[in-house]
């Protein structure tokens, strides 16, 4: 298992044991991701939408709802190693 692999699974473990819903197809809504990238909220994920300055791109919209792969989530917080802890760790 590399190391994205590991992590993935991790967020994978978080999201289960926080209630947070995982699609078949591995994204999660946008208040998960979020929390999952450290904001307080999903205004942050929003504003960088509707700015075109995402840090991790929009993979579907439902509803109005936008989806974000739990994967592009890993490769962003990946290349974000070695800072704080992030709070989905706890």
């Known amino acids: 298992m590399t ?3 590991e992590l993935e699974d991790q967020l994978r473990r978080w999201c289960a044991d926080h209630g947070h ?3 078949p197809d591995g994204c999660v809504c946008e208040k998960t991701a979020a929390l999952l ?3 307080r909220g ?3 994920l929003r504003m960088q939408y509707a700015e075109a300055r995402s840090v991790v791109p929009v993979r ?3 509803n109005g709802r936008r989806w974000y792969s739990l994967r592009d ?3 962003f917080l990946a290349g974000r190693a070695g800072r704080a ?3 989905w760790r706890a």
Do not use: C, K
């Open 3 to 5: 190391d994205l692999d």
């Open 21 to 23: 819903v995982i699609t």
């Open 37 to 39: 990238l450290g904001y």
């Open 42 to 44: 999903p205004g942050a």
């Open 60 to 62: 579907r919209h439902v």
């Open 73 to 75: 989530i890993t490769n």
């Open 85 to 87: 802890e992030r709070d």
